[in-house]
């Protein structure tokens, strides 16, 4: 008896080597073993530098370039000329709009130092000539009633009388004529008012043909060269206004309840990665990019420093909240993560077991760990291990 349960004893044994040695052996894998701590979030993302205006430079009338004062990266104050158009014929349309207008102040003068005093004096004859008319009249009529002259002698007076009435009578429209409120007068001024209205015409065209600099700015582009037609459909150069520098960025619409207005964001232009410089958060649109999942920033840069050119590429790096004594994981050892129901691989007794998890917030590449894990889990990183594999820390 005691022979057979030693063989029994032998058999068990060797069936459990067997079996062991069938099984497959642990799988080396990489781990990372949880510990909760305080998590400084940031959100980092790509962008460019802002103009804060951009204007196209036009002419408003057509004419041949004779001189561009300016090239491409030169900086304007406002006002300055940029593009000279040829004006000679407009040059001579203001000479001859001037000239007109010197007749005709020299007619509004002549009107009133001239014409107005010959009018009043030939008033002043006229009613002295009716005085005498008048008298002569008045004899007439006297010496008739006493029959010392005849009847037609005295009519010869009264039609002198009528005559005289007449004159003094046309020569009072003529001073009134003549005077500050006269016809002739208003008509002096009414052609001095067009000449100088001509003149003023004449002289916008011609200051046309300078074309300024709106603000003061930097010259970006410039695409027109002497002896070129200016037309007022063509773009003749492209302007930077001068302005706050600003900072254009989008970034992913999950990372939204990280930024707040305000926030102090560390920046670097791609050409210069080690010159840091600090901008401001100062705008994040209300409104979603549905193509591409992403939120507008905007932010302010308030001291620029000189090498940060327009349309440069920058990165930035804007700081989020502190999470307390979270768990955070790379966002690739978290199995379908962007669904309801995120999972993770544990290492647990030696076997990979899958644990369901509730997510927060992501940052860096990087995703907060609300519930489910403990601190000392030992996460698996590796994708391609499923639920039940036996498996082992990779040393």
């Known amino acids: 008896m005691r022979r057979v349960l030693v063989i029994i004893a032998a058999v068990l044994v060797v069936a459990a080597l067997v079996v062991f040695a069938l099984q497959p052996k642990p799988v080396a894998v990489e781990m990372l073993t949880t510990a909760p701590a305080d998590i400084q979030t940031s959100v980092v993302a790509s962008g460019r530098v802002l103009p804060p205006a951009r204007v196209d430079i036009g002419a408003t009338i057509t004419g041949r370039v004779a001189t561009v004062r300016v090239r491409e990266g030169a900086r304007v104050a406002a006002d300055d000329i940029l593009i000279e158009l040829e004006h000679s014929e407009l040059a001579a349309a203001v000479a001859q709009a001037r000239a007109a207008v010197t007749r005709a102040q020299a007619r509004v003068a002549s009107v009133k130092t001239l014409a107005l005093p010959t009018a009043q004096a030939a008033q002043q004859q006229a009613a002295a000539n009716l005085d005498v008319a008048e008298r002569e009249a008045k004899r007439a009529r006297d010496l008739v009633a006493k029959g010392f002259i005849s009847q037609s002698r005295a ?229 391609d291990i499923e639920a039940g594999t036996r498996v082992r820390a990779k040393e």
Request: cysteine-free; aromatic content about 2%; charged content about 20%.
């Open 155 to 383: 009519d010869d007076a009264e039609r002198q009388l009528d005559v005289a009435r007449s004159q003094l009578a046309s020569s009072r429209a003529q001073t009134g004529a003549q005077g500050a409120n006269g016809a002739e007068a208003q008509q002096a001024q009414s052609q001095l008012a067009e000449a100088e209205a001509a003149l003023a015409l004449a002289q916008a065209k011609l200051a046309q043909t300078l074309i300024r600099a709106p603000a003061a700015g930097v010259v970006l582009e410039r695409v027109i060269e002497p002896g070129d037609i200016a037309q007022p459909s063509r773009r003749m150069m492209t302007l930077a206004l001068d302005g706050p520098v600003r900072l254009i960025v989008q970034v992913d619409e999950k990372n939204l309840p990280l930024i707040k207005p305000g926030a102090v964001a560390t920046a670097a232009a791609d050409a210069f990665p080690n010159e840091r410089f600090e901008a401001v958060v100062n705008y994040i649109s209300p409104g979603i990019d549905a193509t591409r999942g992403t939120v507008e920033l905007r932010l302010d840069v308030p001291q620029p420093p000189a090498l940060l050119k327009s349309d440069m590429t920058v990165a930035i790096d804007v700081p989020g909240p502190v999470l307390k004594q979270t768990v955070m994981l790379p966002a690739d050892a978290v199995r379908q993560l962007q669904t309801d129901a995120p999972w993770v691989l544990v290492a647990r007794d030696g076997v990979a077991v899958r644990v369901p998890v509730k997510s927060g917030l992501q940052t860096q590449g990087r995703v907060a760990i609300t519930d489910g894990l403990n601190a000392g889990e030992r996460v698996i990183m590796a994708r």
